[in-house]
Protein backbone atom coordinates (compact mmCIF):
# COMPACT_ATOMS: atom_id res chain seq x y z
CA UNK A 1 0.00 0.00 0.00
CA UNK A 2 1.18 3.60 -1.04
CA UNK A 3 1.93 6.20 1.51
CA UNK A 4 -0.78 8.79 1.77
CA UNK A 5 0.44 12.30 1.45
CA UNK A 6 0.27 15.01 4.86
CA UNK A 7 0.77 11.60 7.16
CA UNK A 8 3.20 9.51 8.72
CA UNK A 9 3.74 6.00 6.75
CA UNK A 10 4.65 2.56 8.35
CA UNK A 11 7.32 0.84 7.32
CA UNK A 12 7.61 -1.37 4.32
CA UNK A 13 5.91 -5.01 5.16
CA UNK A 14 3.18 -3.63 8.13
CA UNK A 15 0.68 -2.72 5.69
CA UNK A 16 0.54 -6.52 4.19
CA UNK A 17 0.10 -7.96 7.28
CA UNK A 18 -3.80 -9.51 8.01
CA UNK A 19 -4.48 -8.82 11.91
CA UNK A 20 -4.98 -11.62 14.07
CA UNK A 21 -8.10 -12.98 14.79
CA UNK A 22 -8.45 -14.76 17.76
CA UNK A 23 -11.30 -17.45 18.61
CA UNK A 24 -14.33 -16.36 18.68
CA UNK A 25 -15.84 -15.69 22.49
CA UNK A 26 -19.59 -16.07 21.41
CA UNK A 27 -20.12 -12.44 22.06
CA UNK A 28 -23.98 -11.39 20.64
CA UNK A 29 -25.30 -14.82 21.61
CA UNK A 30 -27.90 -15.42 23.96
CA UNK A 31 -28.22 -18.47 26.78
CA UNK A 32 -25.71 -20.67 27.81
CA UNK A 33 -22.50 -20.35 25.27
CA UNK A 34 -19.54 -22.87 25.21
CA UNK A 35 -16.33 -21.57 24.00
CA UNK A 36 -14.41 -24.12 21.60
CA UNK A 37 -12.91 -22.18 19.67
CA UNK A 38 -9.47 -20.95 21.59
CA UNK A 39 -7.60 -24.23 22.36
CA UNK A 40 -8.18 -23.47 26.37
CA UNK A 41 -7.97 -26.09 29.07
CA UNK A 42 -11.74 -26.88 30.40
CA UNK A 43 -10.71 -27.58 33.94
CA UNK A 44 -9.34 -24.05 34.29
CA UNK A 45 -6.10 -22.74 36.26
CA UNK A 46 -4.91 -25.25 39.22
CA UNK A 47 -6.64 -23.66 42.52
CA UNK A 48 -2.83 -23.33 43.92
CA UNK A 49 -2.29 -20.87 41.10
CA UNK A 50 -5.51 -18.78 41.41
CA UNK A 51 -4.70 -18.70 45.15
CA UNK A 52 -1.29 -17.33 44.01
CA UNK A 53 -2.62 -14.61 41.93
CA UNK A 54 -5.03 -13.45 44.45
CA UNK A 55 -2.33 -13.26 47.04
CA UNK A 56 -0.41 -11.05 45.21
CA UNK A 57 -3.18 -8.77 44.66
CA UNK A 58 -1.66 -6.75 47.99
CA UNK A 59 1.64 -5.81 45.91
CA UNK A 60 -0.43 -4.20 42.73
CA UNK A 61 1.58 -0.86 43.11
CA UNK A 62 5.01 -2.63 43.55
CA UNK A 63 7.18 -3.37 39.84
CA UNK A 64 7.62 -6.84 39.55
CA UNK A 65 11.02 -8.49 39.82
CA UNK A 66 12.10 -7.21 36.45
CA UNK A 67 14.10 -10.94 35.34
CA UNK A 68 11.06 -12.97 36.76
CA UNK A 69 14.26 -14.43 38.87
CA UNK A 70 10.94 -16.78 40.76
CA UNK A 71 9.73 -18.19 37.27
CA UNK A 72 12.81 -18.47 35.80
CA UNK A 73 14.08 -20.79 38.91
CA UNK A 74 10.93 -22.45 38.93
CA UNK A 75 11.02 -23.75 35.45
CA UNK A 76 14.85 -24.49 35.22
CA UNK A 77 13.71 -27.18 38.25
CA UNK A 78 10.94 -28.38 37.24
CA UNK A 79 12.30 -29.25 33.38
CA UNK A 80 15.93 -29.51 34.68
CA UNK A 81 17.43 -26.45 33.03
CA UNK A 82 19.66 -23.62 33.43
CA UNK A 83 17.55 -20.66 34.48
CA UNK A 84 19.93 -18.20 33.01
CA UNK A 85 19.25 -19.53 29.89
CA UNK A 86 15.07 -19.31 30.47
CA UNK A 87 13.93 -16.00 29.04
CA UNK A 88 10.12 -15.16 29.77
CA UNK A 89 7.60 -13.56 28.16
CA UNK A 90 3.89 -12.32 27.78
CA UNK A 91 2.56 -14.99 26.38
CA UNK A 92 5.02 -17.39 23.67
CA UNK A 93 3.66 -14.99 21.18
CA UNK A 94 5.87 -12.17 23.10
CA UNK A 95 9.18 -14.41 22.58
CA UNK A 96 8.16 -15.13 18.92
CA UNK A 97 7.79 -11.69 17.96
CA UNK A 98 11.06 -10.69 19.91
CA UNK A 99 12.94 -13.21 17.85
CA UNK A 100 11.70 -11.61 15.13
CA UNK A 101 12.76 -8.42 15.90
CA UNK A 102 16.44 -9.81 17.21
CA UNK A 103 17.69 -11.60 13.91
CA UNK A 104 15.05 -10.64 10.86
CA UNK A 105 15.07 -6.91 8.75
CA UNK A 106 14.69 -5.94 4.96
CA UNK A 107 16.22 -8.34 3.14
CA UNK A 108 15.90 -11.16 5.29
CA UNK A 109 13.82 -13.99 4.73
CA UNK A 110 11.84 -16.72 7.24
CA UNK A 111 10.65 -19.55 6.77
CA UNK A 112 7.25 -21.52 8.05
CA UNK A 113 4.93 -24.29 6.91
CA UNK A 114 1.59 -23.75 4.74
CA UNK A 115 -0.64 -24.05 7.73
CA UNK A 116 1.88 -23.05 10.54
CA UNK A 117 0.68 -20.70 13.35
CA UNK A 118 -0.44 -17.29 12.06
CA UNK A 119 1.77 -15.38 14.53
CA UNK A 120 4.98 -16.34 12.53
CA UNK A 121 4.29 -14.33 9.47
CA UNK A 122 2.87 -11.00 11.70
CA UNK A 123 6.05 -10.93 13.10
CA UNK A 124 8.08 -11.75 9.69
CA UNK A 125 6.32 -9.02 8.35
CA UNK A 126 6.43 -6.33 11.37
CA UNK A 127 10.35 -6.69 11.00
CA UNK A 128 10.42 -6.12 7.30
CA UNK A 129 11.61 -9.58 6.32
CA UNK A 130 10.35 -11.64 4.05
CA UNK A 131 7.75 -14.70 4.79
CA UNK A 132 8.73 -17.84 2.94
CA UNK A 133 5.87 -20.72 2.97
CA UNK A 134 6.51 -24.63 3.33
CA UNK A 135 4.41 -27.14 1.67
CA UNK A 136 3.26 -29.95 3.79
CA UNK A 137 2.16 -33.30 3.07
CA UNK A 138 -1.20 -34.26 4.74
CA UNK A 139 -1.24 -31.16 7.00
CA UNK A 140 2.18 -32.26 8.09
CA UNK A 141 5.24 -30.42 8.03
CA UNK A 142 7.84 -31.65 5.89
CA UNK A 143 11.22 -31.38 6.07
CA UNK A 144 12.28 -31.63 2.85
CA UNK A 145 9.94 -28.75 1.76
CA UNK A 146 11.56 -26.79 4.54
CA UNK A 147 15.05 -27.69 3.86
CA UNK A 148 14.27 -26.73 0.20
CA UNK A 149 13.17 -23.40 0.57
CA UNK A 150 16.58 -22.02 2.34
CA UNK A 151 18.21 -19.47 1.01
CA UNK A 152 21.57 -17.33 1.59
CA UNK A 153 18.89 -15.22 3.29
CA UNK A 154 17.42 -17.76 5.34
CA UNK A 155 17.68 -16.21 8.89
CA UNK A 156 14.70 -17.82 10.92
CA UNK A 157 12.88 -20.96 10.53
CA UNK A 158 9.34 -21.20 12.82
CA UNK A 159 8.04 -24.93 13.37
CA UNK A 160 5.50 -25.53 15.75
CA UNK A 161 5.36 -29.03 16.95
CA UNK A 162 2.42 -29.75 17.17
CA UNK A 163 1.50 -27.37 15.24
CA UNK A 164 -1.47 -24.99 14.88
CA UNK A 165 -4.51 -25.42 13.71
CA UNK A 166 -3.62 -29.28 12.27
CA UNK A 167 -2.74 -31.16 15.61
CA UNK A 168 -0.57 -32.80 13.34
CA UNK A 169 3.63 -32.94 14.98
CA UNK A 170 7.25 -34.14 13.56
CA UNK A 171 9.22 -36.58 15.32
CA UNK A 172 12.23 -35.85 17.08
CA UNK A 173 14.06 -37.56 14.17
CA UNK A 174 12.85 -35.21 12.06
CA UNK A 175 13.50 -32.46 13.82
CA UNK A 176 16.98 -33.47 14.08
CA UNK A 177 17.03 -34.23 10.09
CA UNK A 178 16.16 -30.48 9.91
CA UNK A 179 18.08 -29.06 12.36
CA UNK A 180 21.32 -31.10 10.71
CA UNK A 181 20.40 -29.54 7.18
CA UNK A 182 20.03 -25.36 8.05
CA UNK A 183 23.16 -23.54 7.92
CA UNK A 184 24.80 -23.03 11.30
CA UNK A 185 23.60 -19.14 11.07
CA UNK A 186 19.81 -19.86 10.68
CA UNK A 187 17.49 -19.86 13.88
CA UNK A 188 15.35 -23.15 14.13
CA UNK A 189 12.30 -21.82 16.28
CA UNK A 190 10.56 -25.06 17.75
CA UNK A 191 7.09 -23.59 19.57
CA UNK A 192 6.31 -26.06 21.68
CA UNK A 193 2.76 -24.52 22.76
CA UNK A 194 1.25 -27.99 23.14
CA UNK A 195 4.19 -30.40 24.09
CA UNK A 196 2.78 -31.23 28.02
CA UNK A 197 -0.37 -32.47 25.80
CA UNK A 198 1.45 -35.01 23.39
CA UNK A 199 1.67 -38.67 24.15
CA UNK A 200 4.03 -40.09 21.54
CA UNK A 201 7.60 -42.23 22.31
CA UNK A 202 8.99 -40.30 19.18
CA UNK A 203 7.97 -37.07 19.99
CA UNK A 204 10.51 -34.65 22.15
CA UNK A 205 9.79 -31.09 22.89
CA UNK A 206 13.47 -29.82 21.41
CA UNK A 207 15.36 -29.42 25.20
CA UNK A 208 17.87 -31.56 24.53
CA UNK A 209 18.63 -30.68 21.09
CA UNK A 210 18.76 -26.75 22.17
CA UNK A 211 20.79 -27.57 25.31
CA UNK A 212 23.50 -29.22 22.46
CA UNK A 213 22.86 -26.17 19.78
CA UNK A 214 23.93 -22.81 18.68
CA UNK A 215 20.82 -22.16 16.92
CA UNK A 216 17.93 -23.66 18.11
CA UNK A 217 15.28 -22.45 20.56
CA UNK A 218 12.62 -23.97 22.02
CA UNK A 219 9.05 -21.95 23.25
CA UNK A 220 6.67 -22.76 25.38
CA UNK A 221 3.64 -21.42 27.18
CA UNK A 222 1.36 -21.72 30.55
CA UNK A 223 -1.82 -20.76 28.36
CA UNK A 224 -2.96 -24.54 27.19
CA UNK A 225 -2.31 -26.72 29.73
CA UNK A 226 -1.58 -24.67 32.38
CA UNK A 227 -5.00 -22.58 32.16
CA UNK A 228 -3.30 -19.11 32.66
CA UNK A 229 -4.48 -17.51 28.64
CA UNK A 230 -5.91 -14.51 30.94
CA UNK A 231 -2.52 -13.67 32.49
CA UNK A 232 -0.69 -14.14 29.48
CA UNK A 233 2.76 -16.27 30.48
CA UNK A 234 5.06 -18.17 28.13
CA UNK A 235 9.29 -18.15 27.93
CA UNK A 236 11.98 -19.56 25.93
CA UNK A 237 15.03 -22.13 26.64
CA UNK A 238 17.71 -20.35 24.30
CA UNK A 239 21.44 -21.06 23.93
CA UNK A 240 22.83 -18.39 25.74
CA UNK A 241 23.99 -16.03 23.25
CA UNK A 242 20.27 -15.99 22.27
CA UNK A 243 18.73 -15.78 25.59
CA UNK A 244 21.85 -12.45 25.73
CA UNK A 245 20.16 -11.10 22.91
CA UNK A 246 16.75 -11.29 23.89
CA UNK A 247 16.94 -9.67 27.14
CA UNK A 248 18.54 -6.74 25.76
CA UNK A 249 15.32 -5.74 23.82
CA UNK A 250 12.26 -7.22 25.77
CA UNK A 251 10.48 -4.87 28.01
CA UNK A 252 12.13 -4.73 31.38
CA UNK A 253 9.26 -5.33 33.31
CA UNK A 254 7.68 -7.66 30.63
CA UNK A 255 5.95 -10.42 32.89
CA UNK A 256 3.26 -9.00 35.47
CA UNK A 257 3.85 -10.11 39.86
CA UNK A 258 0.54 -11.82 39.04
CA UNK A 259 1.39 -13.50 36.47
CA UNK A 260 5.02 -15.05 38.09
CA UNK A 261 3.59 -16.00 41.01
CA UNK A 262 0.44 -18.25 39.08
CA UNK A 263 3.00 -19.82 36.77
CA UNK A 264 5.22 -20.67 39.78
CA UNK A 265 2.31 -22.32 41.83
CA UNK A 266 1.01 -23.91 38.29
CA UNK A 267 4.05 -25.66 37.59
CA UNK A 268 4.21 -26.96 41.08
CA UNK A 269 0.37 -28.83 40.49
CA UNK A 270 1.45 -31.49 38.64
CA UNK A 271 -1.55 -33.46 39.69
CA UNK A 272 -3.70 -30.96 38.10
CA UNK A 273 -1.66 -31.11 34.44
CA UNK A 274 -2.38 -34.61 35.02
CA UNK A 275 -5.58 -34.43 35.29
CA UNK A 276 -5.98 -32.40 32.49
CA UNK A 277 -3.62 -34.79 30.25
CA UNK A 278 -6.13 -37.94 31.20
CA UNK A 279 -9.39 -35.50 29.94
CA UNK A 280 -7.81 -34.48 26.96
CA UNK A 281 -6.78 -38.02 25.77
CA UNK A 282 -10.40 -39.50 26.68
CA UNK A 283 -11.99 -36.78 25.05
CA UNK A 284 -9.90 -36.85 21.87
CA UNK A 285 -10.65 -40.71 21.03
CA UNK A 286 -14.11 -40.35 21.86
CA UNK A 287 -14.49 -36.92 19.81
CA UNK A 288 -13.11 -38.68 16.55
CA UNK A 289 -14.32 -41.35 16.96
CA UNK A 290 -17.76 -39.86 17.14
CA UNK A 291 -17.34 -37.58 14.18
CA UNK A 292 -15.73 -39.99 11.66
CA UNK A 293 -18.98 -42.22 12.16
CA UNK A 294 -20.83 -39.25 11.47
CA UNK A 295 -19.00 -39.41 8.34
CA UNK A 296 -16.62 -36.51 8.72
CA UNK A 297 -12.80 -36.48 8.57
CA UNK A 298 -10.56 -35.38 11.23
CA UNK A 299 -6.83 -34.67 11.29
CA UNK A 300 -4.94 -36.93 13.31
CA UNK A 301 -4.59 -34.68 16.70
CA UNK A 302 -1.59 -35.37 19.29
CA UNK A 303 -2.73 -31.79 20.76
CA UNK A 304 -6.11 -30.54 22.64
CA UNK A 305 -8.35 -30.18 19.46
CA UNK A 306 -9.11 -31.64 16.06
CA UNK A 307 -9.11 -30.63 12.67
CA UNK A 308 -12.92 -31.38 11.84
CA UNK A 309 -13.20 -31.35 7.94
CA UNK A 310 -17.03 -31.50 5.99
CA UNK A 311 -17.78 -32.51 3.17
CA UNK A 312 -17.74 -30.98 -0.12
CA UNK A 313 -21.25 -30.60 -0.79
CA UNK A 314 -24.31 -27.91 -1.30
CA UNK A 315 -25.68 -27.70 2.70
CA UNK A 316 -23.19 -29.54 4.46
CA UNK A 317 -20.09 -26.71 4.76
CA UNK A 318 -17.92 -25.98 7.50
CA UNK A 319 -19.81 -22.59 7.47
CA UNK A 320 -23.16 -23.91 7.36
CA UNK A 321 -22.06 -26.52 10.33
CA UNK A 322 -20.59 -23.45 11.86
CA UNK A 323 -23.62 -21.03 11.63
CA UNK A 324 -25.80 -24.40 13.40
CA UNK A 325 -23.47 -24.93 16.33
CA UNK A 326 -23.56 -20.96 17.05
CA UNK A 327 -27.26 -21.30 17.14
CA UNK A 328 -27.20 -23.89 20.03
CA UNK A 329 -24.33 -21.90 22.09
CA UNK A 330 -21.45 -24.16 20.67
CA UNK A 331 -18.46 -21.78 18.95
CA UNK A 332 -15.81 -23.64 17.35
CA UNK A 333 -13.04 -22.20 15.25
CA UNK A 334 -13.05 -21.20 11.51
CA UNK A 335 -9.55 -21.99 9.91
CA UNK A 336 -10.28 -20.24 6.10
CA UNK A 337 -7.40 -17.95 7.43
CA UNK A 338 -5.34 -21.24 7.73
CA UNK A 339 -6.01 -22.29 4.44
CA UNK A 340 -8.74 -25.05 5.39
CA UNK A 341 -12.26 -23.50 3.49
CA UNK A 342 -13.81 -26.37 4.95
CA UNK A 343 -12.89 -27.12 8.43
CA UNK A 344 -13.69 -26.15 11.33
CA UNK A 345 -11.01 -26.94 14.89
CA UNK A 346 -12.50 -27.33 18.13
CA UNK A 347 -10.74 -27.57 21.21
CA UNK A 348 -11.91 -30.47 23.64
CA UNK A 349 -14.10 -29.17 26.09
CA UNK A 350 -15.61 -30.33 28.94
CA UNK A 351 -17.29 -33.37 29.18
CA UNK A 352 -20.74 -31.58 28.94
CA UNK A 353 -19.19 -29.01 25.58
CA UNK A 354 -18.01 -32.07 23.82
CA UNK A 355 -21.59 -34.53 23.78
CA UNK A 356 -23.66 -30.99 22.77
CA UNK A 357 -21.04 -30.57 19.77
CA UNK A 358 -21.50 -34.61 18.57
CA UNK A 359 -25.03 -34.29 19.19
CA UNK A 360 -25.39 -31.19 17.67
CA UNK A 361 -23.07 -32.47 14.54
CA UNK A 362 -25.19 -35.19 14.21
CA UNK A 363 -28.88 -33.40 13.91
CA UNK A 364 -27.19 -30.82 11.72
CA UNK A 365 -25.80 -33.65 9.24
CA UNK A 366 -28.70 -35.84 9.37
CA UNK A 367 -31.28 -32.89 8.70
CA UNK A 368 -29.05 -31.06 5.75
CA UNK A 369 -28.87 -35.14 4.14
CA UNK A 370 -32.73 -35.81 4.60
CA UNK A 371 -33.65 -32.58 3.48
CA UNK A 372 -31.07 -33.58 0.20
CA UNK A 373 -32.96 -36.94 -0.58
Same mark, same amino acid.
Given at each position: ??????????????????????????????????????????????????????????????? $?????????????????????????????????????????????????????????????????????????????????????CVSPRTRVVYLANPNNPTGTYLPIDEIRRLHAGLPPGVLLV?????????????????????????????? =??????????????????? $????????? =???? $?????? $???????????????????????????????????????????????????????????????????? =?? =??????????????????????????????????????????????
Amino acid at each position: MSAVAGRPAPKPGIMDISPYVPGDDGAGLTGRVFKLASNETPLGASPAAIAAYRDNASRLAIY $PDGSASALRKAIGAHFGLNPDRIVCGAGSDEVLNLIAWAYLGPGDEAIYSRHGFLVYRIAILGCGATPVVAEEKDARADVDALLACVSPRTRVVYLANPNNPTGTYLPIDEIRRLHAGLPPGVLLVLDGAYAEYVRRNDYEAGIELVATSENVVMT =RTFSKIYGLANLRLGWAYC $PAHVADVLN =RIRG $PFNISG $PAIAAGVAALGDQAHVDAAVAHNETWMARLEAAFTGLGLKVTPSVANFLLVHFPDVPGLSAAQADAFL =RS =RGLVLRRVAAYGFDNALRMSIGSAEANELVIAALGEFLGGREAGRR
